[in-house]
């Protein structure tokens, strides 16, 4: 979903790129999280016409949101061919300031390389489970975060949450500034 946005000068590597993985993939990308569209629930799916014959029997049964006119639109800034060298630097610009911005917080940055959340520990501050600490935020301190164990699959929840970084600078200095009183 987020092969547009990668940072600190790396590159994607798709598994379209090996021919062995490729016979065998699918290559899933969304263009709501590339061109800042969420709501609009359009994405993609490349794979063989094997693979693709299969994905075609259920298809119908998955998709429920898409609409001609959003179709339409992207398939227009498509062929505009605009938009997707200027998305990492934007983010890793955004990122670097909400680092920058939650220096000398008690959270602890985990790399991130691209998306536009930044995963950050806060077991210095609390060993409440991440929802319960996202609450507790959201209400005492008016900052949303996002608990990371729902994208976990059978292991406990580690002290993480995830906070988006796809704002106005003046939202990431006020939620930064707040967070920082944690």
């Not at 379209?16 to 990308?29: C, P, V």
């Not at 063989?48 to 949101?65: G, M, Y």
Request: overall charge neutral; hydrophobic content about 45%.
């Amino acid at each position: 979903m987020y092969e547009h946005i990668i940072f600190d000068g790396i590159r994607h590597e798709s598994m379209a790129w090996d021919d062995e993985l490729a016979a065998r993939s699918f290559i899933i990308g969304s263009f709501g999280k590339t061109y800042h569209t969420t709501g609009w629930k359009v994405g993609y799916a490349a794979a063989p016409a094997p693979l693709t014959a299969e994905f075609r029997k259920v298809h119908q049964f998955v998709t429920f949101a898409t609409n001609t006119p959003v179709q339409l639109a992207l398939a227009d800034f498509l062929a505009a061919g605009r938009g997707l060298a200027e998305l990492s630097p934007f983010y890793q610009a955004k990122r670097d300031l909400f680092l920058r911005l939650m220096a000398g917080s008690r959270f602890k940055p985990l790399p991130c390389r691209g998306s536009y959340f930044q995963l950050m520990d806060y077991s210095a501050i609390s060993d409440e489970a991440d929802g319960d600490f996202a609450i507790r935020i959201t209400k005492e301190h008016g900052v949303a975060s996002i608990p990371t164990s729902p994208f976990l699959h059978r292991q406990a929840a580690p002290h993480v949450v995830r906070f988006c970084f796809a704002k106005k600078d003046e939202t990431l200095e006020s939620a930064a500034e707040r967070l920082r009183q944690v």
